[in-house]
């Protein structure tokens, strides 16, 4: 088994981190000459990673030449190493990075990039670590701070400071990093970090995602406390969020209000990603069913917990219904959409919407047929049993799954979602709180008039 150990030694120049040199040594790895040495993923869904400067492998013997290559397996672009003699006894790589520089084109995507703000910087690991085929046993991770201001901390994932990881290096590769001037919220393992002071209360954001996470975590069975939370600030009029390993990152920017109550439904549909999903290779197969239950059960599961009333999750499921009609880019296949989606990003968002939908009426089949006795619930937690498990799954463990739970054969309601067929949404789905009627609406960007659906409160319909 390789044993890995990454050490992180980041350069501060002043507020900022200048670079950062990664040095990764691993035991028992062994490689014969022209295999694989490692990758570094240059761009992630375009969003760019770092380019490795001064890359240089050494091994019980000496500098191991290596041969470089470049590839492009969409919606990655990915630089390779592979070794040019074979491999003696512990193996060292070692490279300097350095924060992605913005443009004034540059628009909110997704956040794995290494980036710098006032007092240190942050990152996803897939942007700055290489990926080592094989590199599965423990990975220890260290923390050299000292070319950083005297206060520095370090943190990702799994921990401050130097931590040890039982599922490789891959893991940390899944998790979010960020290093300086942190200001912090921590309880336990669940942890919320961040880096410049906002002109609203963090502590509250905090304090919400906390109990929203305690809360998910006895939904979906989980046992595991390791959660935390990254916050950035953008220099974009926009900002989003995205979730990893057992993390998220959200941002925040001087032209949007933040507080809990405008930003709590994308603050649980990051926290949703950690438990259900499926294989996404290629990328866009399952990606429905990842995007569709987060938007899913980030508005069902606050409603149900008390958290927010219906009507607000009436308010934001009537906006994610509109947002889904009007889309221009609604009709196309799953894979069409996917494979153009980071060039057009109203096919990025089809997923979400087609995703909650679809499954919203998966649900109320599944009760009607059961007579309540089951739901979506059960579905999509034997899936969850089954990952953790250690099953590969796709999209048929979904369609038998609801068979063996329900009777119910939803393949052809799934391949017409697939295939984007307009789905009429029915009139018992999320949890029987609504009911539904169409209503016409100009499409985005067209203006031509479409169908899209109106909810109301059960209640306030039957007056």
Known sequence: MIQTTITLKPYGTGRQVDRM????????????????????????????GCSPEGFLVTDGV?????????????????????????????VEIRYTVRPRQLRDSDICGPYFDFRCEDGGANS?????????????????????????????????????????????LELLRQSYFAVGDLHSITEGEFGFYWLTEPP?????????????????????????????????????????????????MFGWNDTQPFSV?????????????????????????????SEGTAEFYSVMLPLRMGLITPA????????????????????????????ICWQDRRAQRISYGRGMLFLANVDA???????????????MLKILEKGRAGENLGNKVFLDTVLQISGLDVTGEWEAMKNGVPIVPGADCFDGHFTVEEKEMPEADTGKTVISYRWRLKEEANR
């Open 21 to 48: 040199e990664v040095c990764i040594d691993l035991e028992n790895l062994h490689r014969v000459s022209g295999e694989e040495l490692c990758s570094m993923q240059l761009s992630t869904v375009t969003i760019p």
């Open 62 to 90: 000496g500098e191991v030449p290596v041969r470089v290559s470049e590839s492009k397996p969409y919606p990655y672009e990915l630089r390779n190493w592979m070794a040019e003699r074979e491999t003696e006894g512990t």
């Open 124 to 168: 996803a690991g897939i942007s700055f670590l290489v990926r080592i085929p094989g590199a599965e046993g423990k990975a220890a991770l260290h923390w050299d701070l000292s070319e950083m201001p005297e206060g520095s901390r370090g943190v990702c994932t799994f921990g401050e400071g130097d931590v040890t990881v039982d599922g490789g």
């Open 200 to 248: 609203f209360a963090m502590e509250k954001i905090a304090d919400y995602t906390r109990k929203l996470f305690g809360r998910m975590q006895v939904f979906f069975r989980d046992q595991d406390p390791v959660y935390r939370i990254f916050v950035r600030k953008d220099p974009f009029l926009t900002s989003g969020g995205t979730a990893l390993y057992r993390s998220y």
């Open 261 to 289: 109550e405008e930003r709590r439904f994308i603050l649980a549909h990051e926290m949703v990603h950690n438990w259900p999903h499926l294989n996404d290779e290629p990328y866009g197969v399952t990606t429905w069913y």
């Open 312 to 339: 607000e999750a009436m308010a934001e499921l009537q906006k994610r219904t509109d947002a889904y009609y009007t889309n221009p880019t609604r009709g196309m296949e799953n894979m069409e959409a996917a494979a």
């Open 365 to 379: 089949e599944i009760r009607s047929a059961t007579g309540g006795t089951r739901s979506l619930d059960d579905v």
